[in-house]
């Protein structure tokens, strides 16, 4: 990551990768990896009852950490925990509905058409108008999504597909959440909240879309619980380190996620055809692209920094 942190040379970048930054790229190799699970995990599952036993696991996990600070609990982190479990619920509920029907490399690639987003859902929601490299990524994630998506036919996405674009806006808004509470409320009490959102919201859409509980299955106990323990892990690690590193540092390191995925995907036997790893190729250059800087960096990453503190 290029981070200009020197003083004495404001004009002068130098690479170097802190602590948050290096955890950020950990929770991404994770993350990476949870597709494939997921993927498998819904042929026997339904996706809310799968997101509900995630995510209540992780609160689970998450309540020892939060709980001898739990009393301090203020509106402020009631308000940040419910937003960003809104957003969380969404986002992985459709990804995981849509897991059903496509590949865990197709998924992971869709889903990181959210980088190029956040600086859209930035200019609507906190009135800070997009980059050009921002408009260029948006445009080269939009043709990369049209061959990842459907490659066989045309322009007309599947309901997997659909479902899992759509994820995105939420996932996009998840993050800019987790960075406009970030340093201002306790990690612990917010990460506890919005798993706990996530699960209870998850569980009552069950019985909203007929959702019935599936037999017992050690596969999908293991898989939920599991991913329960990585998703408080990326929860946790994501609202601490986001305390320090700018939205946009974060989304770039976040770029490495269906990289990771397809690489997991492709050793599990999946193959993409040669247009829809060409659109993959195009979606990861947009979210690099969308988050590159020119001209004064340095101011600019000081008013990412102070404008944009990152979340609970």
Not at 58 to 65: D, G, K, R, V
Request: net charge positive; proline share 6%.
């Amino acid at each position: 990551m290029l981070h200009n942190d020197a003083p004495d040379k404001p004009d002068s970048p130098r690479l170097m990768i802190g602590r948050p930054e290096l955890a950020l790229i950990g929770v991404t190799v994770l993350w990476g990896g949870t597709f494939l699970i997921v993927h498998h995990a819904m042929q026997e599952t339904g996706p809310f009852f799968f997101v509900g036993l995630r995510f209540g696991t992780a609160a689970l996990i998450a309540l020892p950490l939060a709980l001898p600070v739990l009393r301090g609990l203020t509106g402020k982190e009631l308000l940040a925990g419910l937003m960003i479990g809104l957003g969380i619920f969404v986002g992985y509920s459709l990804q995981t509905w849509g897991l059903q029907t496509i590949s865990s490399s197709t998924s992971a690639f869709i889903t990181a058409a959210y980088v190029p987003l956040v600086p859209i859902m930035q200019w609507i929601i906190l009135r800070r108008r997009p980059r050009l490299t921002s408009w260029i990524g948006v445009a080269l994630a939009f043709i990369g999504l049209m061959l990842v998506a459907a490659p066989k036919d045309g322009l007309a996405l599947g309901k997997g597909e659909a479902l899992t674009l759509i994820s995105t806006v939420a996932i996009a808004l998840e993050i800019i959440f987790i960075s406009l509470w970030a340093g201002k409320v306790n990690v612990a009490r917010v990460t506890l909240v919005q798993l706990a959102v996530t699960s209870l919201l998850a569980f009552a859409c069950m019985g909203a879309v007929g959702e019935q509980v599936p037999p017992l299955s050690w596969t999908v106990g293991l898989s939920a619980c599991g991913l329960g323990a990585m998703t408080a892990l990326i929860q946790f690690v994501m609202n601490w380190a986001q305390r320090t590193v700018s939205p946009t540092r974060a989304t770039l390191i976040y770029a490495g996620e269906p990289v990771w995925a397809g690489i997991i995907g492709r050793i599990a036997g999946e193959r993409l055809p040669p247009t829809a790893l060409m659109g993959g190729i195009l979606i990861v250059a947009a979210v690099i692209v969308s988050e590159m800087q020119f001209g004064r960096k340095k101011k600019s990453e000081e008013a990412d920094a102070g404008k944009e503190p990152a979340s609970a």
